[in-house]
């Protein structure tokens, strides 16, 4: 079974040349050989040292030489946020922000959370002031709780195009000793990584090399090298240089089962243990609410269909919370006469925050548990509208906004365009302090219609129509506001392919629906185009009542499963005619 360990070396050597272009635009901040150079360099900074302040994981001291040069690249490159790695970094760190960091886009995607070396960032003062991070040393995990938040409140530079952050290889011998067990565990929780999917992932790549020894001992052993190599093949002439690279090439193959168990099993240090008493409230506090029962969270059942008003409906799926295995059972109907599928009974507002608690940032910043769109579909979904309208809008009004994080990466695709977002929840105002919505409005959007009318040439509402209470009267209040020539964007999933996210999904709205209620309500659809994105899969949440360890342990896989697996959808553009 030759094949086997040919197929396990080849795989090997593929994905560390994948994560070598991944680090391959990092380059080395030239840092003046001395003391006394760097001083005189510092005499005309002109305020660098006010304007900034540094981040540090604890046990870190950064030279004055090293912070001078870092002041003049963050002037130079217009950088709010700068994440400065160390050259010499370990092995097993330099892999991990190999894995969490492609810098080929990391200046392409302003909303991403942050990744970084976990060492030191230089960071602008008004956006500490806004994230709310002190200046100094943190621990690991605090600081790589800093390190996700910091990047999203770092505004694009002037030209409009890109993230104001930055990330920098510094040369001398800077690094702390490598931080393994539970200070690499508190540091990947930190910034937001699944620690069980990376020591998993870990795992199955060395069960692997094992597996090809065991098929062909001979051939086997050109699968060993191969995983042994990965060090030189991704770190060998780049910037960095890890300090232990022959040490951990050499003894990879032995290093690697103890470095995982040092990871699950490390001493959890001071941030861990707060985490884990947030943890343990937000558990007392979920299994208070499930004890009052979850039929509470359920709105009275209705004689009638919410789209057509139809007395035909029948019952084609009961299902649990696909998402969080919470307690609870939600029942999609479709009717008899125009086909639209609704949950019935459906989520009441106590239910919808409830069930949609954890899905919308229950972490500190708002990272991590929020499923956030990957780059190219809310790039893809700016595109479509921009090539069909044909004078580029003033104001955008995004409906549903979240956190904003759609408008942060439009507004760098549609310079001069102010974007504005809409939504119930308090993550839209996050969104506006974090720079990527020019304003921000908390309510529904059918009570703010008159308020809103005329100041917006395109509206969109992305994945939004699904969840709402009455979607034809969110359609009526969009053709309320938009002026004539104005512009609504939709984008929905799509109901034929059967990827039904429960309870989240209150309405499966088929196009032809859709484009019937624009059409009597005078907006006429000028583009059609299909959406296909994946989505970065939620945290699991606290799970309370929902059966046993086992249970809840399975159901959060098939969750990850279901999240990453490509979303099926369609968009519409309509415009609304004159008069």
């Known amino acids: 079974m030759i094949w086997i360990p040919l197929l396990v070396a080849s795989g090997t050597v593929a994905g560390a040349v994948r994560l070598r272009r991944r680090l391959a635009p990092l380059r080395v901040l030239p840092v003046p050989e001395d003391e006394q150079a760097a001083r005189r360099a510092g005499d005309k900074d002109d305020g660098r040292d006010a304007a900034y302040k540094l981040v540090t994981a604890e046990g870190v001291a950064v030279p004055g030489r090293l912070r001078r040069a870092a002041f003049d690249h963050a002037f130079a490159h217009d950088l709010q946020v700068l994440d400065l790695v160390p050259a010499d970094l370990p092995v097993e760190r330099a892999l991990d922000l190999a894995r969490d960091v492609d810098l080929r886009t990391y200046r392409r995607d302003p909303v991403a959370p942050g990744r970084g070396a976990g060492f030191a960032a230089l960071v602008a003062g008004d956006v500490l002031a806004r994230a709310e991070v002190p200046a100094g040393a943190l621990d690991r995990g605090a600081f790589g709780e800093a390190t996700a938040r910091l990047r999203q409140y770092a505004l694009p530079p002037m030209d409009g195009v890109g993230s104001g952050a930055g990330m920098v290889a510094v040369p001398c011998r800077t690094a702390p000793r490598s931080t393994s067990g539970g200070g690499r565990r508190a540091w990947l929780r930190g910034l937001g990584v699944s620690v069980p999917r990376r020591t998993g992932s870990t795992l199955v790549s060395y069960g692997l090399v094992g597996a090809a020894l065991v098929a062909d001992p001979w051939w086997g052993v050109l699968a060993v090298v191969a995983y042994s190599a990965v060090p030189y093949i991704v770190f060998a002439g780049s910037a960095i240089r890890p300090r232990d690279l022959h040490r951990s090439a050499l003894l990879r193959v032995v290093r690697t089962p103890w470095q995982v168990w040092a990871t699950l099993r490390g001493r959890p240090g001071e941030w861990e243990r707060r985490l884990a008493e947030r943890e343990r409230e937000d ?23 919410p789209w057509c008003g139809s007395l035909a409906f029948r019952k084609i799926l009961t299902s649990g919370d696909v998402v969080h295995d919470r307690p609870g059972r939600f029942t999609l109907e479709r009717c008899g006469d125009c086909g639209h599928v609704f949950q019935h009974p459906a989520l009441n507002d106590a239910g919808r925050e409830f069930y949609g608690r954890d899905v919308h940032g229950r972490q500190p910043f708002g990272l ?41 990466t439009a507004r760098t695709l549609v310079p001069g365009t102010a974007f504005d977002g809409l939504d119930t929840a308090a993550g839209v105002a996050e969104g506006a302090r974090r720079g990527w919505l020019r304003a921000a409005y908390r309510g529904r959007f059918t009570d703010l219609k008159d308020e809103l009318s005329g100041r917006y040439d395109l509206v969109s509402m992305n994945h939004y129509l699904q969840g709402v209470d009455d979607p034809l009267a969110e359609l009526d209040a969009a053709a309320k506001i938009l002026p004539p020539g104005g512009h609504l964007l939709i984008e929905l999933p799509d109901p034929r392919v059967g990827r039904w996210s429960q309870p989240g999904h209150r309405h499966l709205i088929s196009r032809g629906n859709l484009e019937a209620a624009l059409a009597g309500r005078g907006l006429r659809v000028v583009a059609r185009g299909r959406a296909r994105h994946r989505y970065a899969a939620p945290g699991p949440g606290p799970l309370r009542g929902a059966g046993t360890a086992r249970t809840a342990a399975v159901a959060r896989w098939i969750a990850a499963v279901a999240w990453a697996a490509p979303f099926p959808g369609y968009r519409v553009l309509a415009r609304k005619d004159q008069g």
């Open 368 to 408: 991590g548990s929020e499923p956030t769109e990957r780059l190219g579909a809310r790039r893809a979904r700016v595109k479509f509208a921009a090539s069909h309208v044909p004078v580029r809008p003033r104001a955008w009004l995004d409906v549903g906004a979240g956190h904003g994080r759609f408008c942060g």
């Open 283 to 305: 558990a007392a506090r979920y299994a208070g609410e499930v004890a009052h029962g979850v039929d509470r969270f359920l709105q009275p059942r209705r004689d009638d269909c």
